[in-house]
């Protein structure tokens, strides 16, 4: 998948890159003149003299030389290395697009440190591959091409033969240190991958280390990986390390046996003065190449590591798959639900057993239950958050799995246990970006949840921008800011998944009466863990260990003397 991402990418850009490529072929050509040009020169100045228009001639040679490489050059990198810009914002998007796409069983299993590395890391590792390391790739094998062709076809192919006996070494070393830092390179991005996330933890939970006085542990903690991380960077280190001196090494060698046969060809007068200059002028751009294909190699071999860690990525598949039927009709929010026992995916622990329930359209249905009975995961499973079985949930008689889903999903307000608010305005997180909502309608929406005064008396109002996930407004603002974000969609199902556990009741009274008032033919779900929250809805069912253990309204629960009764009772004690 990510492989096909790169040939689509490099198919739709195949104009740049054929332009590109044919300007690296073209600037390495005009390079590869140089030395012949300067052999000639010095040919010249032996057997003419200081003839003032034979030299006047190559000078002006050598600045067109200079001149052709120059513009060559920019309109080569302004293209290949541009793509490879491009590509990496290609990736990245494609990369984003796609983990947006996965089920939150992903995220359940995943760290946002090492997506982080995804993003940035690996997609930044791919660019330099496809960028800079492909454009030095095809200018150094242009160049040695023509400078080994000029060796050996205009000056001596001996001569060019001995000096070039130590290349195919050098390819060897090249080949296997490569091979070694592509390994080592793999954990580096590993131990990138857990630095990122441990900082990441330690900033959202920042409050917590300091209130546990955690910050000494947290830092040896840190050390460690800190360490690792050093550890496999001086691993990588050490293996690139030993590449250039030891491609240098057999250059010198190159040279020690150029120098030794050449000069006596010169001698012996098989070769000119210019033409051993200009072979020497050849095996020196040959060298650079070759130099910094270790360099090239250690960057490609990065980039196949990179592009295989996207790969595992992208071949996930989104486990929440739309069906093949899909049903266009819109969803009016009467739901039912049949025989319905979930398992979450890698647990063994049946968290629902065998759920029977109905909510007609505009009804309220009030969920309530000890921690961990399994209300989150009912509700999660309405939004096929996980893979629902087919025939046991049903939206308007149709099962949900039936419905595209973006209709399904897009059909209910839901404010989850956990809110997120994002690091924006106060209006931009009620209305989620989207300008389709007046200012009256988010005030509104602020109004009926109750937090429109609390925003009123903020400095910038509306406009306040809050801190990452709302650190610099309260617990029950932010609860009600995520309240106001799901009635601002009048939604034709709205879910308040323990949505009023931090504001106080009175307020907790007043939002429930506004919901009652907005939501008359609109069906609504709320759970929570205080009574009062629940009492007015038109059924109320007790989850126990993943079971429905009663149902009924406020006053048949109250009147059967069970669990609703004695959570009633201890509550109402605190009263
Ligand atoms: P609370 O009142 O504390 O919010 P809840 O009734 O909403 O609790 P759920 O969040 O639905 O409870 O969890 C029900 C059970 O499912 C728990 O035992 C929990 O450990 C388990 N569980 C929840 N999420 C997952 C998950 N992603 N993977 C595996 N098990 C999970
Ligand atoms: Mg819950």
Redesign the pocket.
């Known amino acids: 998948m990510g492989k096909k991402i790169l040939i689509n990418f490099i198919i739709d850009h195949k104009i740049s890159y054929s332009i590109g490529i044919l300007f690296m072929l073209l600037t390495s050509y005009i390079q590869a003149l140089f030395p012949k040009v300067l052999g000639n020169t010095i040919d010249i100045l032996k057997i003419d003299g200081f003839n003032f228009k034979n030299v006047y001639i190559n000078i002006a040679y050598i600045v067109c030389i200079a001149f052709g490489t120059f513009l060559t050059t920019y309109v080569w990198r302004n293209l290949v290395i541009g793509n490879g810009r491009r590509l990496e914002c290609y990736l990245r998007e494609k990369l984003f697009e796609h983990l947006q796409k996965l089920s939150?069983e992903f995220y359940?299993k995943n760290k946002t440190g090492d997506l982080i590395a995804y993003a940035i890391n690996d997609v930044n590792a791919v660019r330099m591959t496809f960028g800079p390391a492909t454009a030095m790739t095809i200018n150094g094998m242009v160049i040695c091409f023509i400078s080994i062709y000029s060796m050996a076809r205009t000056i001596n192919w001996r001569l060019t033969i001995l000096s070039l006996l130590p290349v195919p070494v050098i390819f060897f070393i090249m080949i296997s240190i490569g091979r070694i830092v592509r390994n080592r390179f793999k954990k580096v991005q590993e131990s990138f991958a857990s630095i990122s996330d441990r900082v990441q933890e330690n900033i959202n939970g920042i409050r917590v280390i300091k209130a546990y006085v955690q910050e000494e542990d947290e830092l040896k903690n840190f050390q460690k990986l800190n360490d690792q991380m050093i550890k496999s960077n001086l691993d990588m280190v050490a293996a690139s390390s030993y590449l250039s001196p030891l491609i240098e090494l057999c250059f010198s060698i190159s040279f020690v046996l150029n120098l030794i046969m050449g000069s006596n060809m010169v001698l012996k007068g098989e070769i000119s003065l210019g033409e051993f200059i200009a072979f020497n002028g050849y095996l020196t751009m040959i060298m650079a190449p070759i130099v910094s294909f270790g360099r090239i190699i250690t960057i490609i071999q990065r980039g196949m590591a990179s592009l295989n860690r996207l790969n595992e990525i992208f071949s996930i598949s989104p486990k929440i798959q739309e069906g093949n039927n899909l049903v266009e009709k819109p969803i009016m929010g009467s739901i039912e639900i049949k025989n319905l026992s979930f398992t979450?995916p890698?647990?063994k622990?049946i968290?629902l057993s065998d759920i029977n329930l109905s909510i007609s359209q505009g009804c309220t249905l009030g969920i309530i239950?000890?921690?961990?009975?399994?209300?989150?995961?009912?509700v999660n499973l309405l939004l096929r958050m996980y893979n629902v079985e087919k025939g046991k949930v049903f939206l308007d008689g149709i099962d949900i799995n039936d419905y595209k889903l973006d209709r399904l999903r897009d059909s209910f307000g839901f404010v989850p246990?956990d809110n997120f608010l994002f690091s924006d305005s106060i209006c931009n997180n009620i209305k989620f970006f989207k300008d389709a909502y007046s200012d009256e309608q988010v005030a509104y929406a602020a109004k009926n949840s109750c937090i429109y005064e609390s925003i009123m008396n903020l400095q910038n109002e509306f406009n306040e921008i809050l801190g990452e996930r709302g650190v610099n407004i309260s617990g029950g603002q932010k609860q009600r800011i995520s309240i106001a974000r799901a009635l601002i969609k009048d939604p034709k199902i709205l879910i308040l998944?323990?949505a009023l556990s931090a504001v106080d009741t009175i307020t907790e009274a007043k939002i429930l009466r506004n919901i009652k008032e907005l939501r008359k033919n609109k069906s609504s779900i709320i759970?929570a863990?205080r009574i009062s929250a629940v009492m007015h809805a038109d059924e109320i069912i007790v989850?126990d260990k993943?079971r429905i253990l009663e149902r009924g309204t406020h006053l048949e629960l109250l009147q059967k003397g069970g669990l609703y009764y004695d959570i009633s009772k201890i509550q109402s004690y605190n009263f």
């Open positions: 939150i359940n979450y890698n647990s622990e968290v239950g000890r921690t961990g009975s399994g209300k989150s995961t009912l246990q998944d323990d759970i863990h989850i993943g």
